[in-house]
């Protein structure tokens, strides 16, 4: 959800523009009295330096479902969907719909849950002083495809997760066209397997969960020749230097470069920094990077997250003239690593204690800033200081944008591990699978998303996929037992292949982002990190305690208990799995007694024998 953004609200109903330039009031579903769609350029918000500019498109489009694939854009039957959301009717446990959205007649009695194609639609003008630019739309986080067409004409296509395609030669700066989107909600397998249960993978159809557009749209304008495409910020509070990762486009061969960054506090500059030359020939996979040393008067930190920088960074031809400027890029000085059994941020010693991040999954109204924001400060006064985002895969519709959960984060001062793809969703047998199955360029997205927030210090991949039997035992928590013996030995090759799958996923996200830790969930000793996903349930207080009493004087790496603490929900009650010979998990239909005094009472005494009117319920349906 993208930040600051207008959104305008007014009264009347506006006429729709149909590809031809026809207005046709009767195409168009009503609007309610006070609810309006409002597309002035004007009024939308917009990040502008002297060689580029974006504009949000978010807000309310038309919008309508279609049973069939077309390449004409209807001129009827529209309806109104706010963007940034999933399409209306989504179902799954957790997610909660936020948005209204406006059907049209023709189809508002259609059960909008089992669509899996439809159509968006609204004006765009193009600013004049964007001529000879390079022009695009971009779409922030998609779920899974789209078709871009222009007054019609179709232009290009964007696939999951997002990006961006090129209307430069579709454009007429300065006067108002009809952007049309035809979107596909695909699931990147038509099988997948959920390791949402730790016990083993379930196989059930690939769907696509929460559908079309999921992040922020906009209009892009960048120069037509070399620019800058994407800028890392890496900060090192035990080098005190700072390094400059660049992604950069249409370099000429044979010409010369520099890069230069001016980093300002509340608008006043702290520090600059520059490269040497260099030409396309110094780039490494389309990337150059330059550091410099700095010691900055203040560090981001849990207590200190107000405590952030802008980087602008600019690229010079070898005379000094700018070609281009990007938009400024927020970061925090701060840096996160390990010694021995602790992780250490900025010097200090850190105990983390970790807990789950929804919003991304819930719905629009919590992965937008204020409900994120209000998320973390409810956790944070609890003791939590660390959130793991629970999207355990990455797979198309498995989450909302990221944008705004992030920047909360990094304003509250939240800790954040990051979700990256899970290898089992991608096929690695091919001799360049690593380069060409796809995981590498999802990998890629993930990384760029997260990769200038400094609230987010972790990366946390192949969630309950590579544990083993010993993953939990006390005596071998220590990060020095090995659980994976040579291939050729009495070993479990499952989980052998699984461990090297894992780790072959992990190079690919340490390669595009060497300087944040990276653990696999639940995985033993597995990695920087031994992770457990342990539910000791009713054990008391001091065998919990004892049980990283090896750990504690012979471990050798941290312990992240990523799942481990009061519990679980099924624990808190009489049911095992098991109901009437079916195996459910956490979503079984059905009651099963409330055993809520067993665990209360070592805390409530007696009051936890109370009965509450739901065990009442509950036992009346047992007995």
Not at 162 to 176: F, Y
Not at 212 to 223: E, I, M, R
Not at 549 to 566: D, I, M, N, R, S
């Amino acid at each position: 959800m993208a930040r600051r953004h207008v959104v305008l609200i007014a009264t009347g109903c506006m006429l729709a523009a149909t590809a031809a330039g026809h207005c046709e009031a009767q195409s168009i579903a009503a609007l309610p009295e006070g609810v309006e769609a409002v597309w002035d350029m004007s009024k939308a918000y917009r990040e502008t330096t002297a060689t580029r500019e974006r504009i949000c498109i978010n807000g309310m489009w038309r919008w309508q479902p279609v049973a069939e694939k077309t390449d004409e854009v209807p001129t009827g039957g529209w309806g109104f969907l706010k963007v940034p959301a999933p399409w209306p009717g989504t179902s799954f446990w957790m997610h909660r719909d936020s948005q209204t959205h406006y059907p049209h007649p023709r189809w508002q009695d259609e059960n909008l849950s089992a669509v899996d194609m439809a159509w968006y639609q609204r004006e765009i003008s193009v600013p004049t002083e964007w001529a000879g630019r390079r022009i695009c739309i971009s779409l922030a986080y998609l779920n899974s495809y789209a078709a871009v067409y222009i007054d019609g004409t179709n232009v290009g296509e964007v696939y999951f997760p997002g990006g961006e395609v090129e209307i430069t030669d579709a454009c007429r700066p300065g006067t108002t066209q009809v952007l049309s989107l035809y979107t596909v909600a695909l699931p990147l397998n038509e099988e997948i397997i959920s390791y949402a249960d730790a016990t083993g993978g379930t196989r059930s159809r690939g769907r696509v969960i929460r559908r079309g557009l999921c992040g922020d749209a906009f209009l892009v304008s960048t120069p037509a020749a070399a620019h800058i495409d994407d800028v890392r910020v890496a900060t090192s509070v035990r080098q005190w230097q700072i390094t400059v990762d660049v992604a950069l486009e249409g370099l000429q061969p044979g010409a010369g470069y520099r890069l230069r960054a001016v980093i300002t506090d509340n608008g006043r500059t702290v520090q600059e920094l520059a490269s040497d030359q260099f030409g396309p020939a110094d780039l490494d996979d389309g990337r150059f990077a330059f550091a410099g040393q700095w010691r900055p008067d203040k560090l981001w930190d849990l207590h200190t997250p107000q405590n952030t920088y802008d980087l602008q960074l600019s690229l010079l031809d070898a005379g000094g003239a700018v070609l281009d400027t990007h938009q400024p890029v927020r970061f925090g000085f701060r840096e996160l690593w390990i010694e021995g059994r602790d992780f250490v941020l900025n010097g200090t010693r850190l105990y983390c204690c970790a807990v789950p991040l929804d919003n991304a999954q819930i719905g629009a109204s919590a992965a937008c800033y204020q409900g994120a924001r209000e998320s973390m400060l409810r956790h944070k006064a609890l003791g939590v200081n660390l959130m793991y985002t629970h999207n355990y895969d990455c797979l198309p519709g498995s989450h909302l944008g990221f944008d705004e959960i992030l920047r909360a984060a990094d304003d509250v001062g939240m800790l954040i591990s990051f979700s990256m793809p899970h290898v089992k969703d991608y096929e690695w047998e091919a001799p360049d699978a690593d380069a060409t199955n796809g995981y590498a360029r999802h990998a890629e997205f993930y990384v760029r998303q997260a990769q200038n927030h400094p609230s987010v210090v972790m990366y946390s991949m192949n969630h309950n996929y590579t544990g083993y039997s010993q993953d939990m035992n006390p005596d071998r928590i220590d990060g020095i037992y090995n659980p994976f013996p040579d291939p050729s030995g009495e070993s479990d090759l499952r989980y052998d292949r699984s461990a090297r799958l894992a780790r072959r996923g992990e190079a690919i996200v340490r390669g595009l982002d060497p300087t944040r830790v990276i653990y696999h969930h639940s995985s033993g000793n597995n990695g920087q990190l031994h992770t457990i996903n342990c539910y000791l349930n009713f054990v008391p207080i001091q065998e919990r305690s004892d049980w990283f009493e090896h750990w504690a004087t012979e471990g050798v790496k941290p312990v992240f208990l990523c799942e481990y603490g009061v519990p679980i929900r099924m624990s808190w009650t009489m049911h095992r799995g098991w109901y009437e010979g079916k195996r459910y998990w956490t979503n079984g239909k059905l009651k099963y007694q409330f055993c809520t005094a067993e665990w209360g009472s070592q805390f409530l005494g007696d009051r936890a024998y109370a009965l509450t009117e739901p065990e009442r319920e509950d036992l009346r349906w047992e007995a």
